[in-house]
């Protein structure tokens, strides 16, 4: 598992401090950048503007480009953009207005604005970075958000940010900001897990979230966003599917993508495993008609976090590899199968015993 952690040498700040990491005889290129100085076994040390630090446990791997942010007192930096990955998100909250049953990162109570050194980061990235960004719930915190955005794309316009919201904080005050981001350059991931508005907000645990949901939905279709519509396929959902399809597809035509994603093992889904989990690898009809729907109608679907052996083999091309890397494992079996290359694979608190009946190697 790929570490989103590295062990340092503690700093003598009081601040957050956000360095990227150059490789040797790499000219630094700002006040941000720590440059390789010496390689010893276990341990790399950086000049930092004239002080240095050490970095550990990181021999084989390659860190050039990698954007850390070590906090005052820790001995671990946080290793917000590794420049070799497609897979960076920054966490800009942990606070949430929902309770969802499926929910990956359980919501806290408390908030720690670290706004100032994700937008740093963010321009710091390689060259054409997409970058996530994922709570608890980004809106919460609308204005540092809108600020931050705004920032990096004033820096650095070849950025592009993936936000993952409840689009339930919107209003018609944002649409000129929203107007402004690069439709290309941002897309808002918003979930939507049922047509009817009982089930949804039952399912997300807010009485009202379907109606503010709608409404957000309005000023990102006014304001020309990208939207990625979200929906996990859930035992509670199972037979809305075909009917979710009708309503994405009739009132919804604006978005990109349509994706149809499976639960990820972790957080609430874990522990309403039982209750929620739907075992697609036997039983796909519902899923097959939602996405027949949407696609006759000229809409973009897509399956996520769905291994290919478990998908019927006319809808293999909708499953994209779209695990994270740094959550993503194969089975022993996977070993043998000639898709493991495209395969997105399974996450990493994936149980085979709670999983899937029908897999194997194609």
């Not at 503007?49 to 070590?70: A, H």
């Not at 990096?152 to 592009?160: E, F, S, T, Y």
């Amino acid at each position: 598992m790929i570490s989103l952690r590295l062990k340092v040498d503690p700093l003598p700040i009081d601040e957050p401090l956000v360095v990227r990491l150059q490789g040797p005889g790499s000219p630094a290129r700002s006040d941000h950048d720590a440059v390789l100085a010496e390689i010893a076994p276990d341990r790399r040390e950086y000049d930092l503007n004239g002080f240095s630090f050490g970095v550990y446990g990181i021999s084989s791997e390659v860190i050039d480009g990698d954007v850390l942010m070590m906090l005052p007192g820790e001995t671990t930096a946080h290793r917000l953009i590794r420049a070799g990955s497609a897979h960076n998100t920054l966490l800009v909250t942990e606070q949430c207005d929902q309770l969802c049953v499926m929910c990956s990162q359980p919501p806290k109570k408390y908030h720690t604005d670290l706004f100032e050194q994700f937008t740093l980061a963010a321009s710091l990235a390689p060259q054409g970075a997409m970058i996530g960004v994922s709570g608890g719930e980004p809106l919460l915190h609308k204005e540092r958000l809108f600020s931050m955005l705004e920032d990096v794309n004033a820096q650095r316009p070849d950025i592009g940010f993936h936000i993952l919201t409840n689009a339930q904080h919107f209003s018609r005050a944002d649409l000129e900001r929203l107007q402004r981001l690069d439709y290309e350059r941002v897309l808002w991931g918003v979930p939507l897990y049922s047509s009817m508005p009982e089930t949804h907000d039952q399912l997300v645990g807010k009485p009202g979230a379907f109606a503010s949901l709608e409404q957000g939905l309005s000023i990102l279709m006014r304001a020309g966003a990208s939207l990625e519509l979200r929906t996990v396929v859930m035992q509670q959902n199972w037979q809305d599917l075909p009917a979710l399809a009708d309503y994405v597809s009739t009132r919804l035509s604006f978005l990109t993508v349509w994706a149809i994603m499976q639960l990820e093992r972790i957080g609430y889904a874990r522990m309403n495993w039982k209750e929620t989990f739907r075992d697609t690898s036997g039983d796909f009809e519902q899923i097959a008609r939602a996405v027949d729907i949407a696609t006759a109608r000229g809409l973009k679907a897509a399956l996520y976090n769905f291994p290919l052996c478990s998908v019927p083999p006319a809808y293999q091309d909708f499953a994209p590899s779209t695990i994270s890397d740094w959550k993503r494992k194969y089975l022993d079996f996977c070993l043998n199968c000639r898709a493991k290359e495209t395969c997105g694979g399974f996450f990493q608190w994936y149980s085979q015993a709670e999983g899937f009946a029908f897999l194997g190697p194609l």
